[in-house]
């Protein structure tokens, strides 16, 4: 049990401070802000992570991995054809926005990119594995659409998803 509990307040770190950082950026969220917002000491978030940049490879597992794995489901569904997959998951990506009582928040992988990438290759790194992973599971989409019918056959796949991954 005790190690379930660990994990839970570990999870409430990295789900609060995530959230910190995308409000307010990697540079202007500071550990107490990031505690202060889980409700927890700060001894607890160096008891999990040696440092802030730690944390910011962790949360964006936590934050991203649950993501990805959506993404792989909603664009593979069999029941639905390749352009109603991506169709489909975009709009519910626009709904879901849309449904944002505040607007300020900002893309927490966009802002460890732009903040860290050059400052931290191993955030650079992890930001550009997850980026490239959910670029390869659109193309795969786009190659399904193309086979279908549903893409024009000269459709470059590959720069396609980049463009909207990137995007």
């Known amino acids: 049990m005790n190690s379930s509990i660990r994990l839970d307040k570990r999870d409430l770190i990295l789900a609060k401070g995530a959230e ?14 990031i505690v202060q917002a889980a409700g927890v000491p700060k001894g607890s978030f160096y008891h999990y992570f040696a440092s802030k940049e730690d944390f910011a490879l962790q949360a964006l597992q936590h934050v991203y991995q649950p993501r990805l794995a959506r993404y792989a489901e909603a664009l593979s569904n069999p029941a639905l054809s ?38 931290s290759p191993t955030l650079g790194a992890q930001v550009d594995v997850i980026l490239q992973t959910s670029a390869d599971i659109l193309q795969r989409c786009l190659e399904q659409a193309q086979a279908a019918g549903e893409l024009a056959a000269d459709e470059d796949c590959r720069n396609l998803a980049g463009f909207i991954a990137n995007a």
Do not use: K, W
């Not at 910190?20 to 802000?33: L, M, N």
């Not at 900002?106 to 990438?117: D, V």
């Open 82 to 119: 390749p352009r109603e997959r991506i169709l489909g998951y975009y709009a519910e990506l626009v709904e879901h926005f849309a449904r944002q009582e505040r607007l300020e928040y900002h893309c927490f992988i966009g802002s460890l990119s732009f903040e860290m990438a050059d400052l």
């Open 20 to 33: 910190v950082i995308t409000r307010r950026g990697y540079h202007g969220a500071g550990v107490q802000e």
